[in-house]
């Protein structure tokens, strides 16, 4: 009998919590079912999911900011049909690809001109691991700084750089005698440690994954100064900020950067491959591929893979033709626009925040007496049930995906491709416009709910098992 692999997906499909539970993750299954996110989705195209009841789910998420070009673009199905039709020779290790070579030629054309030597990899937290191991050997030095509520990876060495302590715990001793957190914003406390001499690279996300972050001053500025006045190489995590997310092709173009080592992932796959890449200056790269006998030093046995290459190539081309960079800052300033202006009709908004498509709505206590009450009474157990009650109706009741921007945030971040138009904007408006309408309602159905978190996480803190009220990601 032929192996048909649609056949199998056609008459397994609906066992996909099942299947989690007993061989994956049943953790992680038991946290979606509690804030009603175990839905199974059957197909996906362009900005929308669709379940097995063909109703359209408007994805708010980008799966982290993998669909900046949307989900199953046929440019890059295209891409893959023809790499396999093509029965190219792939990973031979001890050659040269043409693919390999043609993607780094258009990353290079589309980066800053001293940035012109790339290293291939498969995600952003390989990224990084790649980028602290080039700093090290280009400066000589060990430590490295980064931001509080810095995300950039779950592998030992990002970890180590990582400013949420949810992440952390377990995993100890982590790196800790080579990192130091500083607070967004803290120019002082920067230049304490980089006057040490000691710091081999100071790594920023230009916008934070955690909470949708960045600088209300011109700390960039002054961090890239002190960077080359005492020898440190300033390196920005592009893995989710770049390649058209915050309204410019890379995150730190917003400040006018020019950051010593760049990291990418998410978006380069064309929500298909694994595709991550570093991105520096020559003399950099040179310093850790040395001599000829480490020429392979730092190698990855799938980085410069045919289909990964394909995709990346296709995704690029798809920016461009259309017009993604330019539609991400308009579409962007529209929705944080009108998200601002249900401010003056709900008190539970503090501030509506973000660069092009990667925004973050963040939640305060009310004014109004019975609803500082209800407020109270959910962040006595987490300080992040508001936002999730907020999510998980924004789903159950308007098919809209997005995500709690953090633990113990009472932040709603959301990350749309950078496809949609101002029909997908007033969506999302008006869904968010009406549950906020049902949380003024008190009691009501919407604080039913957070008493539901609210035994769900009581429940769990009994337990053994993580809390499973949030799932927030990077």
């Not at 000589?140 to 992440?167: E, P």
């Not at 500025?221 to 300033?234: D, H, W």
Request: net charge neutral; glycine share 8%; with cysteine.
């Amino acid at each position: 009998m032929s192996f048909d692999l649609k056949e199998i997906v056609a008459s397994r499909l609906g066992e996909n919590y099942e299947l989690h539970h007993r061989y994956i993750n049943r953790t992680l299954v038991a946290a979606q079912r509690v804030i009603g996110f175990d839905k199974v989705y059957a197909r996906a195209e362009g900005a929308y999911l669709y379940d097995m009841d063909n109703n359209a789910y408007l994805d708010f998420l980008s799966g982290y900011s993998v669909f900046n070009i949307g989900r199953n673009h046929p440019v890059v199905k295209q891409a893959i049909r023809d790499i396999l039709d093509l029965d190219l020779p792939n990973m031979v290790q001890m050659d040269c690809s043409l693919l390999s070579g043609l993607l780094a030629e258009a990353l290079v054309k589309r980066t800053p001109a001293h940035l012109d030597a790339v290293f291939f990899c498969n995600s952003g937290t390989e990224a990084m691991e790649g980028a602290l191991k080039f700093a090290r050997a280009a400066t000589g030095k060990k430590r490295v700084i980064s931001l509080a509520s810095a995300f950039h990876g779950l592998s030992l060495g990002s970890l180590s750089l990582m400013g949420c302590d949810s992440f952390t715990e377990g995993f100890g001793p982590l790196m800790d005698e080579w990192d130091t957190r500083i607070p967004l914003d803290d120019i002082a406390a920067l230049e304490r440690e980089l006057s040490k001499g000691d710091v081999a690279a100071f790594v920023i996300e230009p916008v934070q994954g955690k909470g949708c972050n960045y600088p209300k001053t011109d700390f960039f500025e002054k961090a890239q100064q002190l960077c080359r006045k005492y020898g440190t190489l300033l390196v920005s995590d592009e893995v989710q900020c770049g390649l058209g997310r915050t309204g410019r092709m890379f995150g730190f173009e917003h400040w006018n950067l020019e950051p010593d080592i760049i990291t990418l992932a998410k978006t380069l796959s064309g929500g298909y491959v694994p595709c991550g890449a570093i991105i520096t200056r020559r003399d950099i790269y040179q310093k850790t591929f040395s001599r000829m006998d480490r020429c392979v030093v730092h190698s990855t046995t799938f980085g410069r893979n045919n289909l990964a290459m394909a995709c990346g190539l296709a995704a690029l081309e798809v920016i461009d033709n259309e017009q993604l960079v330019d539609r991400s800052a308009r579409m962007g300033a529209l929705l944080m626009e009108r998200i601002d202006d249900l401010r003056r009709k709900h008190s539970f908004i503090k501030e509506v925040r973000g660069k092009g498509l990667i925004i973050g709505i963040e939640f305060h206590e009310p004014s109004e007496f019975k609803l500082k009450m209800a407020w109270k009474l959910l962040h006595k157990v987490d300080k992040v049930l508001f936002a999730q009650m907020v999510v998980t109706q924004m789903l159950s009741r308007h098919r809209i995906l997005t995500q709690v921007a953090g633990h113990a945030m009472d932040v709603v971040k959301i990350l749309p491709p950078l496809i949609i138009g101002e029909g997908e904007v007033e969506m999302f408006v008006e869904a968010l416009d009406s549950v906020l309408t049902e949380c003024r309602k008190f009691p009501g159905p919407m604080w039913e709910l957070g008493n539901n978190f609210v035994r769900a996480a009581l429940s769990s803190r009994r337990s053994t098992e993580p809390r499973p009220v949030t799932t927030a990601q990077s």
